[in-house]
């Protein structure tokens, strides 16, 4: 997919805040994160995607830089090993706040590419490419 939107809204889960995802089993996937297999797989995705948000340049992650499994990975598949938990084809770098985005359908948290600054954009009485010669906006002229 070309675009951040594209890929966001590819992943987003639509999720609800407090919902539980391993419930008391939470322990398997803090289990999994821990492990030297999983350390090995986020250190070659996180290579391969540059540290860049959803892999894409333009998007670079400034502080921690998370691992998404673009299909969730369930309690079954960390009892059985599955072999999706580590399939970099699964796998994609994700901000915090992306990740968030993701799971909770707020694509208002997503992350801004600055504009393109242009001559004059900050200047509300110079527009683009017109001359103060042609535009009289004072009251006093």
Same mark, same amino acid.
Not at 85 to 99: G, W
Not at 132 to 138: A, D, K, V, W
């Given at each position: ?5 594209? &890929? ?17 089993? +939470? ?20 290579? &391969? ?11 670079? *992650?400034?502080?921690?830089?998370? *691992? =998404?499994?673009?299909?969730? %990975? ?10 999706? %938990? ?9 901000? =915090?706040?992306? =990740?968030?985005?993701? =799971? ?12 393109? +600054? ?16 042609? +535009? ?6």
């Amino acid at each position: 997919m070309p675009t951040f939107e594209e &890929r966001f809204l590819y992943l987003q889960l639509d999720g609800s805040v407090g919902k539980e995802t391993f419930g008391f089993n +939470r322990y398997l996937n803090q289990t999994l994160y821990r492990s030297d297999e999983w350390r090995s797989i986020r250190d070659q995705i996180i290579i &391969r995607d540059n540290g860049c948000d959803l892999g894409m340049y333009g998007y670079e *992650i400034q502080g921690r830089i998370l *691992i =998404h499994h673009l299909n969730p %990975i369930t309690k079954e598949d960390i009892i059985n090993r599955s072999s999706v %938990i580590f399939d970099p084809n699964n796998l994609v770098c994700v901000s =915090h706040i992306t =990740h968030n985005a993701i =799971h909770y359908g707020n694509e208002g948290l997503l992350p801004k590419v600055p504009k393109e +600054r242009t001559k004059n954009d900050t200047c509300p009485w110079k527009v683009g490419d017109i001359k103060n010669e042609q +535009r009289t906006l004072s009251p006093w002229n």
